[in-house]
Nanobody, 120 residues
Framework: QVQLVESGGGLVQPGGSLRLSCAAS????????MGWYRQAPEKHRELVAT???????NYADSVKGRFTISRDNAKKTVYLQMNSLKPEDTAVYYC??????????????WGKGTLVTVSS
């Protein structure tokens, strides 16, 4: 059973930094794209950043220059370094992985989310 578990969320002041982690576990043959999404109260879930197995990255315009996504393929873990945080970054952050597991190839798995609150 594949699981994604996020960690690192919390309360931070505007201008501060946080680092999120998401570790995949279970029987996994390979992981394609990993990414971070977020959902603020009463808003739709939106893409924050993605990274391929080869290291190619993609960012939402709202976080470019402030957030950095990275991954450790050996640890099956993806990270999101968030700097210069703003109140509008407040949301539940979700990890997503597209991977190959016994259940099938190219399947999407989601973590349960970690709350990031940016407030003074």
């Amino acid at each position: 059973q594949v699981q994604l578990v996020e960690s690192g969320g919390g309360l931070v002041q505007p201008g501060g930094s946080l680092r999120l982690s998401c570790a995949a576990s279970g029987t996994i043959f390979s992981i394609n794209v990993m990414g971070w999404y977020r959902q603020a109260p009463e808003k739709h879930r939106e893409l924050v950043a993605t990274i391929t197995s080869g290291g190619s990255t993609n960012y939402a315009d709202s976080v470019k220059g402030r957030f950095t996504i990275s991954r450790d393929n050996a640890k099956k873990t993806v990270y999101l370094q968030m700097n210069s945080l703003k109140p509008e970054d407040t949301a539940v952050y979700y990890c997503k992985a597209n991977l190959w597991a016994p259940e099938g190839y190219g399947m999407d798995y989601w973590g349960k989310g970690t709350l990031v609150t940016v407030s003074s």
